[in-house]
Nanobody, 124 residues
């Protein structure tokens, strides 16, 4: 069974940090660009960050630049999203995804595999 499973979400105060993790099973991430998306209530799912197949190129949404860092560990078949200086507007369900693409991409339609999502709530 091909799947992605996220973990690491939770409740954090503004200014705090969280690290999301996503592990792939049933396929290897080595041949995929990977990305993180998020969806807040009443809003469309939006791209947060993406990293190339080899990990040498990244993309970030303007809203998270300088605060979030995407990374991958192909040996462990995992990807990560380190989120610092969190704001209430970062509250959303966060999804990891994999695209059969070498370059990073923030286009949802490019992605083939999706995780089930993990809730991140930033509130005091």
């Amino acid at each position: 069974q091909l799947q992605l499973v996220e973990s690491g979400g939770g409740l954090v105060q503004p200014g705090g940090s969280l690290r999301l993790s996503c592990v792939a099973s049933g396929f290897t991430l080595n041949y995929y660009a990977i990305g993180w998306f998020r969806q807040a209530p009443g809003k469309e799912r939006e791209g947060v960050s993406s990293i190339s197949m080899t990990g040498d190129r990244t993309q970030y949404a303007d809203s998270v630049k300088g605060r979030f860092t995407i990374s991958r560990d192909n040996a462990k078949n995992r990807m990560y999203l380190q989120m610092n200086s969190l704001k209430p507007e970062d509250t959303a369900v966060y999804y990891c995804a994999a695209a059969a693409f070498s370059s990073p991409t923030m286009q949802r339609s490019t992605y083939t595999y999706w995780g089930q999502g993990t809730q991140v709530t930033v509130s005091s």
